[in-house]
């Protein structure tokens, strides 16, 4: 039975257990959400969550955007304020709503419900780690709740659904991916959905409300009016390895708006099977897998390839249905994926520097290219921690880098799998991609080459290089932070 505290508007702890506790759960947010919903919640949720506390009468920031804009001048009256679901993975008893500081590890983290009728789930902000049937690599970040003068804590991608008259799906992915990157960098501010639809007003046909639908050409300018600098790729444009391109960035910790011809989601991490072979010698050979936040969906859907298998919770969509995606990308970040693909190739390949050029012990077709985007500081304090043979950590952790920096990992197939690498060359991410010497390191087992940024042309001086005394090969950590692990 569910407990009322001081009186039954304000909040109720639902115990949900058994079948029972649903339906009483249903009860009480019968107002607010559908039952079709309600069995969406109970079918996501059943495995995982035991005690469901319900906070009546939140004022829910991003509902509340929605209401003065928009669904405050109809006619009909609707609530200004939501309803919020916390989630614990524990039963609580009714004497202890007062002490929940013993619960936080309980704490799987909540779901706002809209009173708009259709489409009821707000923002929601769930720990994946604390879900089953979830897997996989995904961005995340820590978003803070306070509950009774406690301060809870809840890692994961936030997730919103489309109210279908302020925001469609596009709009909900975009949001996703905005208010991931203010909660986790400072730079970025918040921005509610109302505002959303209105970064697309330049480029709009016809009025913006009630929202009709918008093209990737439109997502591009909401993320440019935001303050990012997006790239847009298209399987045309990018026929043969526009899939490739995907995966670089969700391997960066970007998440992308990716598009179907008549829908939209937010790419949020990826699932390997490191059974698989690499058989184009890239990281992305293991991909089985997108994880997605789809607003049709509870977030965390799995977005397999064809023909695989499904298990957990899994999209309708298949990777093959994407046919182009939108990456917000930090103002310095000159040099695109597309181009780092290119440049690996040729500095492999270099008659000088090239690894079969200078490199006894590992031949070029066995390497196995991982590639991602990162920030200088973060790989100098993984690197810190998770040191190269021969001390070469100290050479990076003194070597001037830029803010942000392509990296593409060298790896073999017995190394891949145990998160082991051979080497490493590291881009400098404000390069042009015409410049030959866009790279800052070339570290190859037996061998390690330093590219002076500031030498101008072929000056003599810009390289120090020196052969390594390594018989063996000596592999170390793959970096490891952009993502979390599920």
């Known amino acids: 039975m569910a407990l009322a505290l001081i009186n039954n508007t304000l909040y109720a702890l639902v115990p949900v257990e058994t079948q029972a506790g649903w339906l009483e759960l249903a009860d009480i947010c019968k107002a607010y959400l559908s039952g079709p919903e309600h069995e969406k919640l109970h079918d996501y949720l059943q495995d995982d969550v035991k005690a469901v506390l319900v906070e009546k009468s939140y004022i829910d920031k991003d509902y509340r955007d929605t209401y003065s804009n928009f669904y405050s001048k109809k006619f009909a009256n609707r609530p200004s304020t939501a309803y919020r679901l916390h989630f614990f993975n524990c039963l609580i008893p009714a004497e202890h709503l007062f002490s929940l500081d013993q619960y936080k590890d309980n704490y799987i983290g909540y779901s706002v419900i809209r009173p708009t009728q259709l489409n009821a789930i707000g923002r929601t902000i769930l720990d994946p780690c604390k879900l089953s049937r979830i897997t996989g690599m995904t961005c995340a970040t820590d978003f803070s709740v306070h509950l009774f003068g406690v301060k809870f804590t809840v890692k994961g991608f936030p997730y919103i659904s489309?109210?279908?008259?302020?925001?469609?799906?596009?709009?909900?992915?975009?949001?996703?991916?905005?208010?991931?990157?203010s909660e986790r960098y400072s730079a970025y501010r918040e921005v509610f959905p109302y505002e959303i639809t209105q970064l697309s007003r330049n480029v709009s046909l016809g009025r913006l409300l009630p929202s009709k639908g918008i093209t990737a050409y439109q997502i591009t300018e909401i993320f440019s009016n935001y303050g990012f600098y997006p790239e847009i790729y298209s399987n045309t444009q990018y026929p043969d390895n526009f899939y490739r391109l995907l995966y670089y960035y969700i391997e960066s910790g970007i998440p992308v708006v990716a598009c179907t011809t008549k829908h939209a989601i937010t790419i949020i991490g990826h699932v390997s099977d490191y059974n698989l072979t690499a058989t184009n010698n890239n990281s992305e050979d293991y991909l089985t897998g997108y994880v997605a936040n789809d607003d049709n969906h509870w977030p965390y859907q799995l977005v397999l390839r064809r023909g695989l298998p499904e298990s957990g919770h899994c999209s309708k969509l298949k990777i093959e249905d994407l046919v182009c995606f939108i990456s917000p990308l930090y103002e310095k970040m000159y040099l695109s994926a597309e181009h780092i693909?290119?440049?690996?190739?040729?500095?492999?390949?270099?008659?000088?520097?090239?690894?079969?050029?200078?490199?006894?012990?590992?031949?070029?077709?066995?390497?196995?290219?991982?590639?991602?985007?990162?920030?200088?500081?973060s790989y100098k304090k993984f690197r810190r921690e998770n040191p190269l043979p021969f001390g070469l950590q100290d050479y990076y952790l003194q070597l001037p880098m830029p803010k942000f920096i392509w990296i593409c990992e060298l790896s073999m197939g017995g190394f891949y799998p145990n998160k082991q690498i051979v080497g490493e060359i590291i881009f400098d991410a404000t390069?042009?991609?015409?410049?030959?010497?866009?790279?800052?390191?070339?570290?190859?087992?037996?061998?390690?080459?330093?590219?002076?940024?500031?030498?101008?042309?072929?000056?003599?001086?810009?390289?120090?290089?020196?052969?390594?005394?390594?018989?063996?090969?000596?592999?170390?950590?793959?970096?490891?932070n952009n993502l979390r692990e599920i």
């Open 341 to 377: 693909e290119g440049l690996t190739d040729k500095i492999l390949e270099h008659p000088s520097f090239g690894v079969n050029a200078v490199s006894k012990l590992v031949p070029k077709d066995k390497l196995i290219k991982r590639i991602f985007l990162t920030s200088s500081r």
């Open 431 to 480: 390069a042009s991609h015409r410049d030959r010497f866009s790279f800052l390191a070339i570290h190859y087992p037996d061998f390690i080459l330093f590219n002076d940024r500031d030498a101008l042309g072929d000056a003599p001086n810009r390289f120090k290089y020196e052969h390594l005394a390594a018989n063996t090969i000596q592999s170390y950590a793959m970096y490891i």
């Open 162 to 181: 489309q109210d279908s008259d302020v925001t469609i799906c596009a709009h909900a992915a975009a949001w996703m991916a905005f208010r991931y990157f």
